[in-house]
């Protein structure tokens, strides 16, 4: 970004270069501190004093005003180094008339000759410089105002961006386990299977309604996901009966942890379709939640399908939308500041997952 295309959004309040430039008034009043009770010196540093305080305002305004224009950025400095020269001049005419004033001897300054034009120039580029460097200074902090809006927009495009992922990857999860429960519920019906098939409608209602009803947020407490988490289970309950055996361990104090949303349905859903339902004997799905200093851990074990059950195995079938899903919304949630193994360890298949342990500010206290 450069300055000439910096628009009204992007430059910073008026007062500000202002403010920055007290610094260069300071110096000029340090500078003229020696001199004061000196006569017309006292009086010459005076005025330079004054008149760059009275410039400011208007060399302020004329700066603004061509960058609003988007005049390139060579033309600006012509014109403020013109306009600045102009300005130190009219303050030394001013300081030379004012001292011959003082003096009384505007004859002499009145005599044509080499005597008043020295006498005009002398000291010039002193106050010249010292306006020049208040509009290097409204430069620099016109920039930086320009740069941290821009920084701002990219971050907030950035979030932009990461919210639409988030959220496309959440309501991914929702067609895919309506695909699921219709078509168990078609399996059920087709096999005479009416009465489960109604109970299993009706609790796929109520989850819904669950889901529905909750805050669009892509983070909750462990305490919302397991009570959405259990709407769902009593889905496949209806389904699976007594073959779907569950238990929870809850640590101290993670209830009031933030998971992400919809973290745990996916991973439960992935556990029953590809580990338990397949089995002909019952199976059961342990669920452990606990602390570990700074973060939380989240360990899911099910029993494997048995032999000649299912034609695939069972880790080339976990990798499917459940455990894809939850991997992306943590990337995006976390940057890699939470983890996620799954694999068969001897006779169940585990999934590890830990996050950072964020608690609600009440639990934290």
């Given at each position: 970004?450069?300055?000439?295309?910096?628009?009204?959004?992007?430059?910073?309040?008026?007062?500000?270069?202002?403010?920055?430039?007290?610094?260069?008034?300071?110096?000029?009043?340090?500078?003229?501190?020696?001199?004061?009770?000196?006569?017309?010196?006292?009086?010459?540093?005076?005025?330079?004093?004054?008149?760059?305080?009275?410039?400011?305002?208007?060399?302020?305004?004329?700066?603004?005003?061509?960058?609003?224009?988007?005049?390139?950025?060579?033309?600006?400095?012509?014109?403020?180094?013109?306009t600045t020269y102009a300005m130190a001049l009219a303050t030394r005419l001013l300081s030379v008339a004012t001292q011959a004033m003082a003096?009384?001897?505007?004859?002499?300054?009145?005599?044509?000759?080499?005597?008043?034009?020295?006498?005009?120039?002398?000291?010039?580029?002193?106050?010249?410089?010292?306006?020049?460097?208040?509009?290097?200074?409204?430069?620099?902090?016109?920039?930086?105002?320009?740069?941290?809006?821009?920084?701002?927009?990219?971050?907030?495009?950035?979030?932009?961006?990461?919210?639409?992922?988030?959220?496309?990857?959440?309501?991914?999860?929702?067609?895919?386990?309506?695909?699921?429960?219709?078509?168990?519920?078609?399996?059920?019906?087709?096999?005479?299977h009416g009465t489960e098939a109604r109970q299993m409608l009706a609790r796929l209602s109520d989850f819904l309604r669950t889901v529905l009803?909750?805050?669009?947020?892509?983070?909750?407490?462990?305490?919302?996901?397991?009570?959405?988490?259990?709407?769902?289970?009593?889905?496949?309950?209806?389904?699976?009966?007594?073959?779907?055996?569950?238990?929870?361990?809850?640590?101290?104090?993670?209830?009031?942890?933030?998971?992400?949303?919809?973290?745990?349905?996916?991973?439960?859903?992935?556990?029953?379709?590809?580990?338990?339902?397949?089995?002909?004997?019952?199976?059961?799905?342990?669920?452990?939640?606990?602390?570990?200093?700074?973060?939380?851990?989240?360990?899911?074990?099910?029993?494997?399908?048995?032999?000649?059950?299912?034609?695939?195995?069972?880790?080339?079938?976990?990798?499917?939308?459940?455990?894809?899903?939850?991997?992306?919304?943590?990337?995006?949630?976390?940057?890699?500041?939470?983890?996620?193994?799954?694999?068969?360890?001897?006779?169940?298949?585990?999934?590890?997952?830990?996050?950072p342990l964020r608690l609600q500010p009440e639990a934290a206290a």
């Amino acid at each position: 970004m450069t300055l000439a295309s910096a628009d009204r959004r992007a430059l910073p309040p008026f007062w500000l270069p202002l403010l920055a430039g007290l610094p260069l008034g300071a110096c000029l009043l340090v500078m003229a501190l020696p001199l004061f009770g000196h006569g017309n010196a006292t009086l010459s540093r005076t005025l330079y004093l004054s008149a760059f305080v009275l410039w400011l305002l208007p060399l302020t305004a004329l700066q603004r005003a061509l960058w609003r224009r988007g005049t390139p950025g060579w033309r600006i400095a012509l014109v403020l180094l013109a306009t600045t020269y102009a300005m130190a001049l009219a303050t030394r005419l001013l300081s030379v008339a004012t001292q011959a004033m003082a003096s009384d001897s505007l004859a002499r300054l009145a005599t044509p000759g080499v005597v008043e034009v020295p006498l005009l120039f002398r000291g010039l580029e002193g106050a010249w410089l010292v306006l020049v460097a208040y509009c290097a200074i409204h430069a620099v902090v016109t920039y930086y105002a320009a740069l941290r809006q821009e920084q701002a927009d990219h971050l907030e495009a950035r979030s932009l961006a990461r919210d639409a992922e988030l959220r496309a990857l959440r309501y991914q999860l929702q067609p895919h386990f309506m695909f699921n429960t219709l078509n168990a519920v078609s399996t059920l019906v087709a096999e005479g299977h009416g009465t489960e098939a109604r109970q299993m409608l009706a609790r796929l209602s109520d989850f819904l309604r669950t889901v529905l009803d909750a805050r669009p947020r892509h983070e909750v407490t462990l305490a919302e996901e397991i009570a959405m988490t259990e709407a769902y289970l009593e889905v496949e309950k209806a389904r699976l009966g007594r073959r779907l055996q569950l238990q929870w361990q809850l640590g101290e104090g993670v209830l009031a942890a933030y998971v992400p949303y919809l973290l745990l349905q996916p991973l439960v859903e992935n556990a029953i379709r590809h580990g338990i339902a397949p089995r002909r004997a019952p199976g059961r799905l342990d669920l452990r939640i606990v602390r570990d200093g700074t973060r939380l851990e989240l360990h899911l074990f099910n029993d494997l399908p048995e032999t000649g059950d299912v034609p695939r195995s069972p880790a080339a079938a976990r990798e499917a939308v459940g455990l894809a899903n939850v991997r992306g919304r943590l990337a995006h949630l976390y940057a890699g500041d939470a983890t996620l193994h799954a694999g068969i360890e001897g006779e169940r298949y585990h999934v590890r997952l830990t996050l950072p342990l964020r608690l609600q500010p009440e639990a934290a206290a």
